[in-house]
């Protein structure tokens, strides 16, 4: 059974800085893998993906502002998020197994992390 565990949230004023990990128990050098978040009343949103080859896709609103990452060896995915803003605030999740920023795509995801960015 394939488990995505998130962690990293928090709050925090608007132009700081969190880190998202994600560990997971597939071993992230053979899946595509990708943050989403998803704001109250909102639908879920694809943040940032990294395939196989390490290529990465963003959204329009990180551009510049947020990295995904991964550690093949230690199965875990990272979302550095620099100059937060208010509208950044989101549950944040992981997943695993899909395409880009397609989240109906992706088979496996976890719990989520809250971020919160106030003004």
């Known amino acids: 059974q394939v488990q995505l565990v998130e962690s990293g949230g928090g709050s925090v004023q608007a132009g700081g800085s969190l880190r998202l990990s994600c560990a997971a128990s597939?071993?992230?050098?053979?899946?595509?893998m990708a943050w989403f978040r998803q704001a109250p009343e909102k639908e879920r949103e694809g943040v940032a993906a990294?395939?196989?080859?390490?290529?990465?896709t963003y959204t329009d609103s990180v551009k510049g502002r947020f990295t995904i990452s991964k550690d093949n060896a230690m199965n875990t995915l990272y979302l550095q998020m620099n100059s937060l803003k208010p509208e950044d605030t989101a549950m944040y999740y992981c997943?695993?197994?899909?395409?880009?920023?397609?989240?109906?795509?992706?088979?496996?995801w976890g719990q989520g992390t809250q971020v919160t960015v106030s003004s």
């Open positions: 997943a695993a197994a899909g395409v880009e920023l397609a989240a109906r795509t992706y088979p496996y």
């Open positions: 597939i071993y992230g050098g053979r899946y595509n």
């Open positions: 990294i395939n196989v080859y390490a290529r990465t």
